[in-house]
T-cell receptor
Framework: DGGITQSPKYLFRKEGQNVTLSCEQN?????MYWYRQDPGQGLRLIYY???????QKGDIAEGYSVSREKKESFPLTVTSAQKNPTAFYLC??????????????FGNGTRLTVT | AQRVTQPEKLLSVFKGAPVELKCNYS??????LFWYVQYSRQRLQLLLR??SRESIKGFTADLNKGETSFHLKKPFAQEEDSAMYYC???????????????FGTGTQLKVEL
């Protein structure tokens, strides 16, 4: 189905390696987001982008980097500087960037395991 | 700073019983609140938003600014309501840098027969 596609579904990496998670949307949404989901902590915002070639840090940006070269793509790189990278990562998008409160559409997530 | 609190990690009710999932928020601005739901093996999706004042799948939620609450209610629980529910606060908008959501920690609702 259309919407937001995250790949891969599962990802395993060794400690010290950078890894990039893919997020693509075909909804023509301006804004895109990355959240991290940990048990008992809900969803926490890592980075968000309101428009192409622009992005801002969320609440837990340390150890992560993003790019927004195309409207439909917002890849997240988990660097070796991230102290606890093992988590479930969710990508989302919304129609309005600077407008009010349009709902988020989520991908299916990527489960990253770093050993 | 904005904050969303869902005090119950797990709520277990019998089919046909009333359900209330609690959500309290802390925000100095004008809040926009949502409930998102994640059914088993499905993606997280919007259930309802307070500004719409609508009932979705029999669920309603009223924003109480005095108590800073946005509890989710349903008079008669159904088995298919079993899911993870997240309360979320939207902030930023035109005044502050974009449409951002702060989520609560979630409540797992289990409806038993």
């Amino acid at each position: 189905d259309g919407g937001i596609t995250q790949s891969p579904k599962y990802l395993f990496r060794k400690e010290g390696q950078n890894v990039t998670l893919s997020c693509e949307q075909n909804l023509n949404h301006d804004a895109m987001y990355w959240y991290r989901q940990d048990p008992g902590q809900g969803l926490r915002l890592i980075y968000y982008s309101q428009i192409v070639n622009d992005f801002q840090k969320g609440d837990i940006a340390e150890g992560y980097s993003v790019s927004r070269e195309k409207k439909e793509s917002f890849p997240l790189t988990v660097t070796s500087a991230q102290k606890n990278p093992t988590a479930f990562y969710l990508c989302a998008s919304s129609m309005e960037a600077l407008g009010y409160n349009s709902p988020l559409h989520f991908g299916n997530g990527t489960r990253l395991t770093v050993t | 700073a904005q904050r969303v609190t869902q005090p119950e990690k797990l709520l277990s009710v019998f089919k046909g019983a009333p359900v209330e999932l609690k959500c309290n928020y802390s925000y100095s601005g004008s809040p926009e609140l949502f409930w998102y739901v994640q059914y088993s093996r499905q993606r997280l999706q919007l259930l309802l938003r307070h500004i719409s004042r609508e009932s979705i799948k029999g669920f309603t939620a009223d924003l109480n600014k005095g108590e800073t609450s946005f509890h989710l209610k349903k008079p008669f629980a159904q088995e298919e309501d079993s899911a993870m529910y997240y309360c979320a606060l939207s902030w930023g908008g035109l005044t502050g840098g974009g449409n951002k959501l702060t989520f609560g920690t979630g409540t797992q609702l289990k409806v038993e027969l």
